[in-house]
């Protein structure tokens, strides 16, 4: 695993890359996020979040076809591209993957550093049809140590329960890495921001921490998706986005991460995660999480 070779509070860049990846198509796809790749870099960001499956594509027929666009973490093509391209351009990499592990898959994110292969995260929370071709995610909430700071990993439907942030922030999480594919929520107003925008606002602001989400664009077999992709500061307001609900395009935003931190203290009195009242609910939720980082 890759040693962080810098204070995680230094001012990084980070972009959020919203493709429009095509289902089957996984060459076009992967050949699209090493330019997108490429542009970010060459605009200097250092920390670069590509949409959930950006590999595959979502909307799958049947299991026996996500079983073929599946690949090996991080043996597999897929990863080994991105592994080449971080270490030349010098970047970390938050990507969403489909994963093979023997007869199991799993709607995966790899978090890939300079000096190579970090670590996985697997979504928890399966949403609608996911349930059908993929197992639950089997990790846990792990917080990576990266070479700009300590990464934890959400997948779209995570960012729905509030124990996907706090757990990441209580073990050291300087910002949460979002790949996404958004759809449209019932209920939803014609023109109203995504939910998840929402959700994602009030997940840093509570939690004092940035959160750096890449959605998808497009329709595949006759699912939209939303768009929005955003960037939030650890006070709860956007620094980057929301983007488009249409098009491709790169958010960028310069963020120092050390900020989480110093600003959990809101004021002379409070801080929002010593004033937590552990003696009415547990330290960790009641899960197997250990405070701490990987």
Same mark, same amino acid.
């Given at each position: 695993?890759?040693?962080?070779?810098?204070?995680?509070?230094?001012?990084? &860049?980070?972009?959020?890359?919203?493709?429009?990846?095509?289902?089957?198509?996984?060459?076009?796809?992967?050949?699209?996020?090493?330019?997108?790749?490429?542009?970010?870099?060459?605009? /200097?960001?250092?920390?670069?979040?590509?949409?959930?499956?950006?590999?595959?594509?979502?909307?799958?027929?049947?299991?026996?076809?996500?079983?073929?666009?599946?690949?090996?973490?991080?043996? /597999?093509?897929?990863?080994?591209?991105?592994?080449?391209?971080?270490?030349?351009?010098?970047?970390?990499?938050?990507?969403?993957?489909?994963?093979?592990?023997?007869?199991?898959?799993?709607?995966?994110?790899?978090?890939?550093?300079?000096? %190579?292969?970090?670590?996985?995260?697997?979504?928890?929370?399966?949403?609608?049809?996911?349930?059908?071709?993929?197992?639950?995610?089997?990790? %846990?909430?792990?917080?990576?140590?990266?070479?700009?700071?300590?990464?934890?990993?959400?997948?779209?439907?995570?960012?729905?329960?509030?124990?996907?942030?706090?757990?990441?922030?209580?073990?050291?999480?300087?910002?949460?890495?979002?790949?996404?594919?958004?759809?449209?929520?019932?209920?939803?107003?014609?023109?109203?921001?995504?939910?998840?925008?929402?959700?994602?606002?009030?997940?840093?602001?509570?939690?004092?921490?940035?959160?750096?989400?890449?959605?998808?664009?497009?329709?595949?077999? /006759?699912?939209?998706?939303? /768009?929005?992709?955003?960037?939030?500061?650890?006070?709860?307001?956007?620094?980057? %986005?929301?983007?488009?609900?249409?098009?491709?395009?790169?958010?960028?935003?310069?963020?120092?991460?050390?900020?989480?931190?110093?600003?959990?203290?809101?004021?002379?009195?409070?801080?929002?995660?010593?004033?937590?009242?552990?003696?009415?609910?547990?330290?960790?939720? %009641?899960?197997?999480? &250990?405070?701490?980082?990987?």
């Amino acid at each position: 695993m890759s040693e962080p070779s810098q204070d995680p509070a230094d001012t990084v &860049k980070v972009a959020c890359l919203q493709l429009h990846p095509r289902v089957g198509d996984k060459d076009a796809n992967v050949a699209a996020s090493l330019a997108w790749i490429e542009r970010a870099a060459a605009q /200097g960001a250092r920390l670069i979040v590509l949409p959930e499956l950006a590999n595959s594509g979502y909307v799958f027929s049947t299991r026996e076809e996500a079983f073929a666009l599946a690949e090996a973490v991080p043996a /597999g093509p897929t990863c080994q591209a991105w592994m080449a391209a971080a270490a030349r351009l010098g970047v970390t990499l938050v990507a969403g993957i489909c994963e093979r592990e023997g007869d199991n898959l799993y709607n995966a994110a790899v978090v890939i550093g300079p000096a %190579g292969y970090i670590g996985t995260f697997r979504k928890v929370h399966l949403w609608n049809a996911e349930n059908l071709y993929f197992e639950p995610g089997n990790l %846990g909430f792990p917080v990576f140590k990266t070479p700009i700071g300590r990464i934890g990993v959400a997948i779209c439907y995570d960012i729905w329960f509030p124990e996907t942030f706090r757990l990441q922030a209580l073990k050291g999480a300087d910002i949460v890495c979002v790949p996404t594919n958004w759809v449209p929520i019932p209920g939803q107003a014609p023109g109203r921001e995504a939910m998840a925008t929402v959700l994602t606002m009030a997940a840093a602001h509570s939690n004092s921490m940035f959160i750096a989400c890449a959605d998808r664009v497009g329709t595949e077999r /006759g699912q939209p998706f939303e /768009g929005q992709s955003v960037i939030v500061g650890c006070s709860g307001w956007p620094v980057a %986005g929301p983007a488009s609900r249409e098009a491709e395009e790169m958010l960028m935003a310069e963020v120092d991460l050390g900020s989480a931190r110093r600003l959990r203290n809101w004021n002379a009195f409070n801080q929002v995660l010593r004033d937590r009242r552990t003696d009415v609910y547990d330290e960790m939720l %009641g899960s197997n999480e &250990k405070p701490g980082w990987y």
